[in-house]
């Protein structure tokens, strides 16, 4: 077979066979597809798509490029995954607290994609923190924190690994077809009883309208229950932020707030949803309002803050972070106040500009060979609704220089309305599929 002749066939509009796809597949795992073909053949895919049995076949080809992990465990595995959104550290919350329920949770993540904030680089911004381990660790300390929460191996969806860089910098994200088969060729490998997948809509998420939330949530569970893996999907807002920070270790920092009681807003609230569904799912919960109460119990009891003390120790933070993390988090040198500049209610956010701001503060890549800066981001932002006085604070900027936060206060001004009458604030949980 050749690179050429496929991507030009996915250009006229053809839909390549299961035994082209496998192949592409092979060559991006080996190296033997260049860079520039796999950055024109997610182009073609972005531009023209594919239909419902080649999307299938190119996730499986793309999970069957690495290893398959098998279990054998006293209790079912569970995974969960979010298309993407800002703020959103749910997996952080939610891994420990279905292994405190009696799952066991190795879930495989990934980086910052596009505006997006990735989970692995929360994790990384806790100091000592190791997410790439061996399939051997990965399974050990599975088997004793009930969760563990790492980046895919060189040896699990290595396809995947190499396609899921290469869009991030070829304006290639958007598509359907490449997201359901990015995420479920990771998620496949790791050969979970039963997913749950977050699929995030509104100016915050990839997916702008309900049409095309509920056209990937279709997409992402039609293919994940035809391989064989019990899936939901659990359509949420995005039109804001869901945790009130923007940046990785500030985002660490809201999630330490929920598994120590000290916060219960959104983060806590999609949590115990998305929970309850793939609880009751796997049979652990006579269904999903059990579940969510579970979810709910585990984290209220501290259960789950010290499952998530024992998977991060094990992957090399300090013993006692989960008890004094403020202490062990990164703080940005330039922190600075951003004000309203008018009275009224928050009627809008633009999630999407956000990130990008975050991006730009250091706190995500612009190009692959980026750092990220740990400690920048976006903190203290008012929710949607809010009535705000003339200066009243509308947000915190964590910034590396005065000048990039200086950027980012302008940035986040454009990125929000003030108007005088409060807004309608769309439901958390929109539609399950």
Same mark, same amino acid.
């Given at each position: 077979?050749?690179?050429?002749?496929?991507?030009?066939?996915?250009?006229?509009?053809?839909?390549?066979?299961? +035994?082209?796809?496998?192949? /592409?597949?092979?060559? %991006?795992?080996?190296?033997?597809?260049?860079?520039?073909?796999?950055?024109? /053949?997610?182009?073609?895919?972005?531009?023209?798509?594919?239909?419902?049995?080649?999307?299938?076949?190119?996730?499986?080809?793309?999970?069957?490029?690495?290893?398959?992990?098998?279990?054998?465990?006293?209790?079912?595995?569970?995974?969960?995954?979010?298309?993407g959104g800002v703020g959103d550290c749910v997996s952080l919350v939610l891994a420990p607290a279905l292994a405190a329920c009696g799952a066991y949770v190795p879930m495989i993540s990934g980086r910052g994609l596009g505006h997006t904030g990735g989970t692995l680089d929360k994790l990384e911004a806790i100091p000592g923190v190791t997410t790439q381990v061996s399939e051997d660790r990965l399974a050990q300390i599975t088997r004793t924190a009930g969760c563990a929460i790492v980046g895919a191996t060189a040896q699990i969806a290595p396809a995947d690994k190499r396609l899921y860089a290469i869009r991030d910098v070829t304006g290639t994200v958007e598509s359907l077809d490449l997201i359901t088969a990015s995420i479920l060729s990771k998620k496949l490998a790791a050969s979970p009883d039963a997913l749950v997948l977050d699929v995030k809509v509104g100016s915050g998420a990839f997916m702008k309208t309900m049409e095309e939330a509920r056209a990937l949530a279709r997409s992402l569970s039609r293919t994940a229950n035809a391989a064989g893996c019990k899936t939901s999907a659990v359509i949420t807002s995005m039109d804001q932020p869901l945790a009130p920070a923007l940046g990785n270790a500030l985002e660490v920092a809201e999630v330490m707030k929920v598994l120590t009681g000290a916060d219960k807003g959104p983060l806590l609230d999609i949590s115990m949803v998305l929970g309850g569904v793939v609880?009751?799912?796997?049979?652990?919960?006579?269904?999903?309002?059990?579940?969510?109460?579970?979810?709910?119990?585990?984290?209220?009891?501290?259960?789950?803050?010290?499952? /998530?003390?024992?998977? %991060?120790?094990?992957?090399?933070?300090?013993?006692? /972070?989960?008890?004094?993390?403020?202490?062990?988090?990164?703080?940005?040198?330039?922190?600075?106040?951003?004000?309203?500049?008018?009275?009224?209610?928050?009627?809008?956010?633009?999630?999407?500009? %956000?990130?990008?701001?975050?991006?730009?503060?250091?706190?995500?890549?612009?190009? +692959?060979?980026?750092?990220?800066?740990?400690?920048?981001?976006?903190?203290?932002?008012?929710?949607?609704?809010?009535?705000?006085?003339?200066?009243?604070?509308?947000?915190?900027?964590?910034?590396?220089?005065?000048?990039?936060?200086?950027?980012?206060?302008?940035?986040?001004?454009?990125?929000?309305?003030?108007?005088?009458?409060?807004?309608?604030?769309?439901?958390?949980?929109?539609?399950?599929?």
């Open positions: 077979m050749d690179a050429r002749a496929i991507i030009a066939a996915l250009r006229r509009g053809e839909e390549p066979s299961p +035994e082209e796809l496998t192949w /592409f597949a092979q060559g %991006l795992a080996d190296q033997s597809v260049s860079d520039a073909q796999a950055g024109a /053949f997610a182009m073609a895919v972005c531009l023209n798509g594919l239909g419902d049995a080649a999307r299938g076949a190119l996730t499986l080809a793309m999970r069957d490029s690495g290893d398959v992990l098998a279990w054998d465990l006293d209790g079912p595995v569970l995974d969960k995954h979010s298309t609880l009751a799912d796997a049979g652990l919960a006579a269904d999903a309002d059990e579940g969510a109460a579970k979810v709910a119990a585990a984290i209220v009891s501290g259960r789950a803050a010290e499952r /998530f003390g024992q998977m %991060l120790a094990a992957m090399g933070a300090p013993l006692g /972070f989960a008890e004094d993390w403020a202490r062990y988090l990164p703080e940005a040198p330039v922190i600075r106040e951003i004000t309203a500049p008018k009275a009224g209610y928050l009627s809008a956010v633009d999630g999407e500009a %956000l990130g990008l701001a975050v991006v730009h503060l250091g706190g995500g890549r612009l190009v +692959e060979s980026d750092q990220v800066d740990p400690a920048v981001g976006i903190s203290d932002l008012v929710p949607l609704g809010a009535k705000l006085a003339k200066g009243q604070p509308l947000a915190r900027i964590h910034a590396s220089r005065e000048d990039k936060g200086e950027a980012a206060a302008q940035a986040v001004l454009d990125a929000v309305k003030i108007s005088a009458k409060p807004p309608a604030v769309p439901e958390l949980i929109r539609e399950r599929i």
